[in-house]
């Protein structure tokens, strides 16, 4: 069983920066999985936006935030991070942590999700 805890969200105004961190822990090995953060905006679809894998931090991102956000990983410390940057009112949403060792259409787990609010 794998825990993912969020952090790092909060109130920031446009074109601020911020990051948020996800905390892995149990699992056991965490080199089968890829870790993904989504957000869900009001009234909209959870959307993957970015992810990396564990072992080889192979990066991939949505079009959308690409040039704009950062996926990270500290293999060390069990963290994997989400670098926001010239954020937007559009980026308002409740930002998840997720893992999956098959698809990302079906993640294994969940965190609990961390508010990042974004103003014009």
């Known amino acids: 069983q794998v825990q993912l805890l969020e952090s790092g969200g909060g109130l920031v105004q446009a074109g601020d920066s911020l990051r948020l961190s996800c905390a892995v822990s149990g699992g056991g090995d965490l080199s089968r999985y890829s870790m993904g953060w989504f957000r869900r905006a009001p009234g909209m679809e959870r959307e993957l936006l970015a992810s990396i894998a564990w072992t080889w931090g192979t990066r991939n991102y949505a079009d959308h935030v690409k040039g704009r956000f950062t996926v990270s990983r500290d293999n060390a410390k069990n963290i994997v991070y989400l670098q926001m940057n010239s954020l937007k009112p559009e980026d308002t949403a409740v930002y998840y942590c997720?893992?999956?060792?098959?698809?990302?259409?079906?993640?294994?787990?969940w965190g609990q999700g961390t508010q990042v609010t974004v103003s014009s």
């Open positions: 997720a893992a999956t060792n098959r698809s990302w259409t079906r993640p294994d787990y």
